[in-house]
């Protein structure tokens, strides 16, 4: 039942868990956690969005630019309600991301999934020449 | 209760230099966002909220399935884990991209070249911030609680854990009828 390794809270510790290098150094918790993955034919970015609803989530696509916003309700305190520890991203994140010129933004789709969301831009071909063919009159 | 396996001594171990970093960590905290933090202190971001009768913490577990998330009330502190297989990294990926057809302009055909895409190799990543293994959080609890009465929840990917808090006149554990 006991499902923590304690070799994996050493390394954790040490800081050398695969992909805590960067980010535990410093945060900026007005941004969100992406990872940009370019496939063959498409864009896939995954934005960490932990706690927001649906539609508290604006996708925005203009001029080869992503951006990514989402924003809730402010928790509130109080005499009643005190933090004792406060870690958890702000209300309001935004992030943006630049996109490849081949990128049809017009056949974008995004969907939102436990705290996560994906949004994947399809890649128009590029000629397999790898090139721009000039055409001679 | 009482078994002492090595890995016990290891977590106490672990618990008193996490006491420590986080002593750190709550220092270094207030600074702002350039200053470094200490490497691995902060696998799972988590708020800490007390109120006259409860103490709830709330931790962000992105992208974890309810079932991949496992807490568990350790003496004085929560311990929040989430541990996925290594394969979820893609399977991930590929849940949203089995979504797609439904919403997409059915082309099945589009669906299907990118399926294979994920497969091979040619994939290239520009950003990788998210964190993809598995992650856990030992957050100590200030103040009695009562365990039996805990209750979690679950939902877009963050973990809220409510633990009521024992009035201190039974911190003394059982009460024993004399007779």
Redesign the interface.
């Known amino acids: 039942m006991?499902?923590?390794n304690?070799f994996?809270?050493?390394?954790?510790?040490?800081?050398?868990?695969?992909?805590?290098?960067?980010?535990?150094?410093?945060?900026?918790?007005r941004t969100a956690?992406?990872?940009?993955?370019?496939?063959?034919?498409?864009y896939?970015v995954?934005a960490?969005?932990?706690?927001?609803?649906r539609d508290e989530i604006d996708v925005r696509a203009l001029e080869d630019r992503l951006t990514i916003a989402a924003e809730r309700a402010a928790?509130r305190e109080d005499a009643?309600?005190?933090?004792?520890?406060?870690?958890?991203?702000h209300e309001s994140v935004t992030r943006t991301?630049d996109l490849p010129a081949t990128a049809r933004l017009d056949?974008a789709?995004a969907?939102y999934?436990?705290?996560?969301l994906?949004v994947?831009v399809?890649l128009d071909a590029v000629d397999a020449d790898e090139g721009h063919r000039i055409d001679v009159n | 209760m009482t078994r002492r396996d090595p890995f016990d001594e290891i977590e106490d171990l672990l618990e008193r230099m996490g006491r420590e970093f986080e002593e750190l960590g709550g220092t270094l905290e207030g600074t702002g966002p350039e200053v470094p933090r200490f490497p691995g202190a902060r696998d799972v971001d988590v708020d800490v909220v007390e109120d006259d009768e409860t103490i709830t913490v709330l931790a962000d577990l992105p992208g974890f399935d309810a079932d991949d998330v496992d807490v568990e009330l350790r003496d004085d502190a929560l311990v929040i884990t989430g541990s996925r297989e290594e394969s979820t990294e893609f399977a991930v990926d590929e849940g949203g991209h089995a979504d797609e057809p439904a919403e997409d302009e059915g082309d099945a055909a589009d669906a299907d070249d990118s399926e294979d895409a994920d497969d091979s190799d040619d994939v290239r990543y520009h950003r990788r911030e998210r964190r993809f293994s598995s992650v856990s959080r030992r957050v100590p609890i200030p103040g009695p609680v009562e365990a039996d009465a805990a209750t979690a929840s679950f939902d877009a990917g963050v973990l809220t854990v409510t633990l009521p808090k024992r009035s201190p006149d039974d911190d003394r554990g059982h009460t024993i009828d004399v007779s």
Do not use: C, K, N, S
């Open positions: 006991d499902a923590t304690p994996d809270e050493i390394e954790q510790l040490l800081g050398r868990t695969p992909f805590a290098g960067e980010r535990a150094w410093g945060r900026d918790l956690d992406i990872d940009v993955a370019e496939y063959d034919d498409e896939v995954m960490d969005l932990p706690g927001f609803d928790e009643d309600r005190r933090y004792l520890r406060r870690e958890r991203r991301v056949d789709t969907t999934r436990h705290g996560v994906t994947t399809p």
